[in-house]
């Protein structure tokens, strides 16, 4: 199956003017850009070039080659080409098998192949100079902030035990957005350490879809609680706050990964996958670190709330940092509605967040949840969509059923330590203790995978 719809694309030199990064695709000959603009910092040409860089692995199984027109260094187009390739499987497996909704008949392969899914383009490049080495606080760190559970709970833990929190958002000009304005608004008004970066890169996404021959007719227009292809998300924001990270020093670059079963991570006919959250794993943190440190970047890459499930999390929320929780707006569909942003109330996503909070004697009203959409919930939860661990969705029906339906699992409510997954190692040394002290007050105790 020839999966290779695009022959090239070509990265042009990003240019910077002021607060604004702008960069130039070639793609097959039509010409796509992703601008970016900053607040009050210096970018340096470097991290403006790794970051135009980041997008494109968005396509990797669709693209024959990737033609780089500035130096990059060996590091960096090891690190490049490993990323292309694992994100092709995750493509592969994640997308054209798992939901074929999108593809035509001629791009869903009928059985899987490694040889046909770990693709990854040719680059060509030359070889550049090295990165300037920056020095970095280990106490400072920048949380990736969304106005979801996870991002919300990260800096409400990482204040309270001490550390200096940069929260740093991420404008795509996309829906997603929506999101992130009641949290960001927030925190914008009572911490002088909230960061913003804008982009256009949704409409840029949009705009390769449209090219690319592999979708059925309609299938963009399609409501959808997923990208039809893009999995690779988080690396775009993280490349995107490097001058944030060197103007502040920050040493610690936090995602909000809660913990994820890993008797989910079966194989699929032998190919090993992440289930479509690479960029959300203590793989791919552990990869980053070493990567950014090698290349001179005193920067560690984890999550603090990887050894807890969602479950817990909106608990930690609502009995310790009640104003974050009143900000969170989990949702595919935000909207507005007599000017507050309130959540759909019926997409995969507010359906998990609507059963941790009935499974928590939540009221889900602090979060703008309408009572007509919490009733229609409540009749219809036990056969509605979920994106959750099922021993997580099973547990919190068993909750909220009062043991009618679902199944007991305390495990749900436990703080895991598992060697491959979540190693307490992940949390740095000087953070773990704190942390695990607080979410021992909500959990039942510790399980060793």
């Known amino acids: 199956m020839n999966l290779q719809v695009i022959d090239n694309i070509s990265i042009k030199e990003p240019s910077i003017d002021g607060q604004r990064v702008k960069v130039i695709y070639n793609i097959d000959g039509q010409i796509l850009t992703i601008n970016f603009r900053y607040y009050n910092v210096e970018i340096k040409r470097k991290y403006a ?14 693209v024959k080659s990737i033609k780089i027109d500035f130096p990059i260094t060996e590091e960096d187009s090891k690190f490049l080409y490993e990323v292309l390739r694992l994100n092709s499987i995750e493509i592969y497996i994640n997308k054209l098998i798992k939901r074929p909704e999108f593809f035509k008949d001629e791009y869903i392969p009928k059985k899987a192949s490694i040889d046909e899914a770990s693709w990854a383009p ?116 993280i490349f995107a706050s490097f001058p944030y990270i060197e103007k502040y020093a920050i040493g610690n670059i936090m995602k909000g990964d809660e913990y994820d079963d890993p008797k989910n991570f079966e ?40 050894h807890i499930t969602g479950l817990v999390e909106e608990r930690i929320l609502f009995h310790r940092y009640p104003e974050l929780l ?38 889900p009203s602090i979060i703008k ?4 959409d919490v009733k229609r919930f409540m009749e219809e939860y036990p056969n509605r969509l979920y ?33 491959d997954f979540c190693p307490e190692e992940t949390i740095p040394e000087e953070f773990r203790d704190k942390l695990i002290k607080i979410f021992k007050e909500y959990t039942i105790g510790i399980e060793r995978d």
Request: glycine share 6%.
């Open 122 to 237: 040719k680059l060509i490049f030359e070889n550049g100079n090295p990165w300037e080495k920056i020095d970095t606080d280990r106490n400072r760190v920048a949380i990736m902030s969304s106005g979801g559970k996870e991002s919300l709970l990260t800096y409400g833990l990482m204040n309270e035990i001490g550390a200096e929190v940069y929260p740093i958002y991420f404008n795509e000009s996309g829906s997603h957005w929506k999101t992130a304005i009641p949290a960001y608004r927030y925190m914008s008004e009572k911490d002088p350490r909230t960061l913003r970066i804008w982009s256009d890169i949704d409409r840029f996404y949009r705009r390769i879809n449209e090219m690319l021959p592999i979708f059925k007719k309609g299938a963009l227009e399609m409501w959808s609680d997923t990208y039809p292809i893009q999995l690779y998300i988080f690396p775009v924001y």
């Open 267 to 306: 194989p699929l006919d032998g190919i090993k996958h992440f289930y479509g959250i690479l960029d959300q794993t203590k793989f791919f943190d552990d990869m980053l670190t070493q990567y950014i440190q090698s290349v001179g970047l005193n920067l560690r890459f984890f999550s603090a709330v990887r």
């Open 49 to 62: 070039q790794m970051l135009s860089l980041m997008p494109v692995v968005n396509y990797s199984l669709f």
């Open 326 to 363: 009143k900000l969170q707006r989990s949702c595919h569909s935000c909207h507005y509605e007599d000017g507050e942003i309130v959540p759909c109330g019926r997409c995969s996503k507010c359906n998990g967040i609507l059963l941790f909070l009935k499974a928590n004697g939540i009221d």
């Open 387 to 419: 994106r959750i661990d099922e021993s997580e969705k099973l547990h919190a029906m068993y909750k909220v059923s009062g043991g009618k339906i679902g199944r007991r699992d305390d495990s749900v409510e436990k703080i895991h330590f598992c060697k």
């Open 369 to 372: 949840y309408k009572d007509i």
